[in-house]
């Protein structure tokens, strides 16, 4: 792993220096933008003394192989995801009814940060991948999130079939998103006992093995003719359907 990552992104540079300024290794602004919000990045980076630096458009595109910065990128020091056994004493160390997101193989980063915005607003407490063949944290999925990375618990697995197991045994509910015969509609559910929602990839879904382990399979009414929605906007229906359940104010 790097020594260092790069976050760009107004709302992901604010998250990290909210809640994680000791990682940042230095600021890089762009040329001559002085509007409140990068205002508001520079004043909290120099009352804790951290190195700024002045780039124009070019020299930032460049440092970040995209032009989509906003105007902000921070050198970070980098924090690694939870693995198997961070994740098991993060559940048993909750004092509410879980409510997790297990994603099987989600490949594309965009869909990835959208679905941990999704998931920090709707309180989720932890989100789960595989750590082969399946997006991390990257840039790309922090600026995506608009900060949500910073604040949701993220887990990558190396068997997450054995992980849905030990959900299971914790007394976690594992629902998967599939459209099969056996499945029922995600609003005939309850979902207000501990709960893990389980969504596949892009493509392919969930795998078998992941499928075996789930208690029970939902799928999202469709109405249209298209068969299947983006997985993150299926992640947000899916985990507002369980907030609505459970009460909105839990």
């Given at each position: ?14 998250a990290v220096l909210e809640r994680y300024p000791d990682r940042i290794l230095e600021l890089f602004v762009l040329e001559g933008r002085t509007d409140a ?214």
């Open positions: 792993m790097s020594d260092h990552q790069l976050i760009y992104g107004l709302h992901a540079v604010e919000r990068i205002n508001r990045i520079t004043q909290s980076a120099s009352q804790m003394g951290l190195a700024m630096h002045v780039r124009n458009r070019a020299q930032l595109d460049k440092l970040c192989t995209e032009p989509h910065h906003q105007g902000v990128v921070a050198r970070v020091r980098p924090v690694e995801a939870g693995g198997e056994h961070e994740l098991h004493d993060h559940v048993q160390s909750l004092t509410v009814p879980p409510l997790l997101l297990v994603l099987d193989g989600v490949t594309d980063p965009h869909n990835l940060g959208a679905c941990l915005r999704s998931a920090d607003a709707a309180g989720v407490h932890a989100v789960i991948a595989p750590r082969d063949r399946a997006a991390g944290l990257s840039a790309v999925v922090r600026k995506v999130s608009v900060g949500a990375a910073e604040w949701v618990p993220f887990f990558q697995v190396t068997n997450l079939a054995r992980t849905l197991e030990f959900l299971r045994d914790q007394g976690v509910l594992c629902v998967g998103l599939s459209r099969e015969d056996r499945a029922k509609s995600l609003y005939s559910m309850s979902l207000k006992e501990p709960l893990a929602l389980v969504l596949g990839s892009e493509g392919q879904g969930l795998r078998r093995l992941t499928k075996e382990r789930c208690d029970s399979l939902a799928f999202l009414p469709m109405q249209g003719q298209v068969e299947s929605l983006n997985v993150s906007v299926a992640a947000g229906i899916a985990l507002y359907e369980a907030v609505r359940q459970r009460g909105a104010n839990q």
